[in-house]
């Protein structure tokens, strides 16, 4: 997935660590990097673990510094268009808990742009399903 773009071997640690669903161990590893040192594309891919794993942690608050992550990780560039995807329908999930219809369908909307390959029709369908329950 994105391990490849990356040149931090931390990063390309949490990534497998994600990948194995070993949660903790990708925050832990994480934690240990500098977004300051990074490079722009890299300071990307840091945010968007960090916000994949807020999410994973539940609770209002951590939903919260997911939406600021995965807004940093878009501003600062992801390059592959399946983990902006990600990145948007993450975006839109937390819009639906946070009722704002609106911005989730425009979000939706973004993310059947970005997925060209309909690897994530699944996961549209879900949360289609939870926009009409707002």
Do not use: H
Not at 61 to 72: D, I, N, Y
Not at 74 to 85: F, H, I, M, Q, T
Not at 119 to 124: D, F, N, P, R, V
């Amino acid at each position: 997935m994105g391990f490849l773009i990356t040149r931090s071997i931390r990063l390309i640690i949490a990534f497998i660590s994600l990948r194995r669903g070993k949660m903790d161990s990708c925050s832990t590893w994480i934690s240990r990097v500098n977004p300051e040192k990074l490079f722009p594309k890299s300071r990307g891919y840091f945010y968007y673990l960090q916000g994949l794993t807020s999410v994973q942690g539940g609770g209002q608050g951590s939903l919260t510094k997911a939406e600021g992550m995965f807004k940093k990780s878009l501003s600062n560039g992801l390059r592959l268009d399946l983990d902006k995807a990600t990145a948007k329908l993450q975006l839109a999930v937390i819009a639906i808990s946070k009722r704002k219809k609106r911005e989730a369908t425009n979000l939706l909307a973004e993310v059947k742009k970005l997925d060209k390959r309909g690897m994530m029709t699944a996961q549209i369908k879900q949360v289609k399903e939870g926009l009409r329950r707002i």
